[in-house]
């Protein structure tokens, strides 16, 4: 029987995504959707169109995230279900933005490419931290001791590779995506392909990967093909034909505000904005009751948590505790969106990373994680008076980086120097900061076992299956983690 009210805590992407498809499985149930933000939308909704002074046109800036990958199918769901195809602006996977990706190493001036496969390595700068690590993990052999059932990304490219290539690469990468320490992130929650991988080549990653037999590659192909079925995708695969990342004419912000438009038009889900949790009871006759701090309680049969995790651990009651819910840390991330007045005054790329400095986090790069290209990716989305040319960049600071200095002039100094320019940069047109706290969890190693482990005392214990736990805390933070945890939310349901 279809459940008769759903209570959705938080109104982030996965808190959207989950009212969403939830009505449209339970058509005839009542969701409520409780969020404590006046908008809907969580980090997703960061963006924002500002005007140039001098009728230069306008711009995109964005806090949060600025692109997905066409490989996500719920998120391209979305896009046909929502009416968004015309709204995609797409980085060719044959454009600079999408094969050129730069690194900054502290200490040392200026950014260097990151090769590819080609006979361009041999001179490339940065080979010397690469050609440890590769040449380590093709001779050895299977390595990893009987009791590791999970480590640290940083400690298995070391077991696999090397230090030197661990630390370099291997931590500029979780700056990238998680704007965390590659020493404390989980290897088999964020990037569980290499985990299997190790097993496949007997030890030998890059062995499991150019051994993989053509009947492999077609198997992999048929299942990829198959999972596809479970989404309605319309054209817009065609779409993606060739396509490295995409967003929105208007910026990643337009899929919060046209699924809380899509949600909202339902007259079966009632959404609570401005409207803070305070507790989640259970009620002897009613089942559960949350409370709120602005409206009267909300008495659901059934919950759907797209709380960040900590922030359901204190609503919780002490007679009904869930395990692991403060277990990882989150991490806070300063965005600052900087429009210069001038063409580019970067090498054509999707922009840089900054890896962790020798020593350890320091003060040094100011606390910068990495710097995106935006105007080189993501022109399209702007508006600009004819013969008008800028260069926009987003410069994120902190996660592992515990006390960043986001004062603008030691940002452009920095900038300066990654750049390796003689010359200060320009003067900037515009400039826009997000403080972020606490945006972006960390998986410890073993992150998987206790999400299974959550999952069972949600199955029993008065919570009787009738609430899950979905969201960035618990199965990957990407944006297309989060829509397919709003689509297979409440599947037993
Ligand atoms: C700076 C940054 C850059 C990123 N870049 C990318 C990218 O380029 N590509 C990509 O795929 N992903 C990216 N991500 C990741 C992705 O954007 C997030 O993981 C995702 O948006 C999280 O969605 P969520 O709904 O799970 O969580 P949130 O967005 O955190 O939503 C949780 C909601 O719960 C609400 N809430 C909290 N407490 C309460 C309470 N007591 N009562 C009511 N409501 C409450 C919050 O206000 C919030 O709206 C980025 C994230 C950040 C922060």
């Known amino acids: 029987m279809a459940p008769k009210h759903i209570a959705i805590l938080g109104g982030g992407l996965t808190g959207l995504s989950s009212a969403f498809h939830l009505s449209r499985r339970f058509p005839s149930s009542t969701i409520t959707i409780i969020e404590k933000s006046k908008t809907l939308g969580g980090w997703a909704s960061n963006t924002e169109r500002v005007q140039l002074p ?91 001791p009987k009791d590791v059932l999970d480590e640290s990304l940083e400690s298995f490219m070391t077991r696999r590779g090397h230090p030197v290539t661990a630390r370099v690469l291997g931590s500029a990468l979780v700056h990238g995506i998680y704007a965390s320490d590659s020493r404390l992130l989980s290897v088999r929650a964020a990037f569980p392909k290499l985990w299997e991988l190790e097993e496949k080549g007997n030890g030998r990653i890059l062995w499991g990967l150019l051994t993989r037999s053509k009947k492999e590659k077609e198997a992999e192909k048929e299942k990829e093909e198959e999972d596809r079925k479970r989404y309605k995708l319309g054209n817009v695969l065609k779409l993606m034909d060739g396509v490295s990342v995409y967003s929105f004419r208007d910026g990643m912000g337009t899929l919060a505000e046209e699924l809380t438009r899509s949600i909202t038009k339902n007259p079966n889900i009632r959404v609570l904005s401005n409207t803070e949790i305070t507790a989640l009871r259970f009620d002897e006759e009613n089942g559960f009751e949350i409370a709120t701090q602005r409206t009267n309680p909300v008495h659901p049969s059934h919950i759907v948590s797209a709380l960040p995790l900590p922030a359901l651990n204190k609503i919780i009651p002490d007679t009904h505790p869930l395990p692991y819910l403060t277990t990882n840390p989150y991490n806070s991330v300063t965005a600052i969106n900087i429009v210069f007045p001038t063409a580019k005054i970067y090498p054509r790329g999707f922009g840089y990373l900054v890896c962790r400095p020798e020593g350890d986090y320091a003060a040094d790069d100011a606390g910068i994680l990495g710097v995106t290209f935006d105007s080189e990716s993501l022109s399209a989305q702007d508006n600009l008076a004819p013969g008008e040319r800028i260069t926009k960049v987003t410069v994120m600071l902190g996660g592992p980086h515990r006390a960043p200095d986001t004062a603008l002039p030691v940002v452009l100094a920095h900038l300066q120097y990654h750049l390796n320019r003689r010359k200060p940069l320009p003067e900037p047109l515009v400039t826009r900061t997000w403080q972020q706290r606490n945006c972006i969890p960390t998986p410890l190693p073993g992150h998987l076992e ?44």
């Not at 306008?58 to 929502?82: D, I, K």
């Not at 496969?117 to 590769?134: D, E, H, K, N, V």
């Not at 960035?472 to 944006?479: E, F, L, T």
């Open 54 to 144: 001098g009728g230069r046109g306008s711009v995109v800036l964005e806090g949060g995230p600025h692109t997905v990958r066409p490989a996500s199918n719920s998120v391209l769901e979305l896009v046909n279900l929502l009416g968004l195809s015309d709204a995609v602006i797409a980085t060719p996977k044959t454009s600079p933005a999408a094969k050129n990706r730069f690194l900054h190493v502290p200490g040392t001036p200026g950014i260097y490419e990151i090769p590819r496969p080609s006979l361009s390595y041999l001179w490339a700068p940065l080979r010397f931290f690469i050609t440890p690590g590769l040449s380590f993990e093709l001779i050895r052999g299977w390595n990893r």
């Open 450 to 493: 206790r999400m299974e482990k959550l999952k069972e005392a949600l199955s029993g214990g008065g919570w009787d299956g009738r609430m899950e736990v979905i969201g960035a805390g618990v199965r990957g933070v990407s944006i297309g983690d989060c829509v397919e945890s709003g689509k297979t939310v409440g599947m037993a349901w």
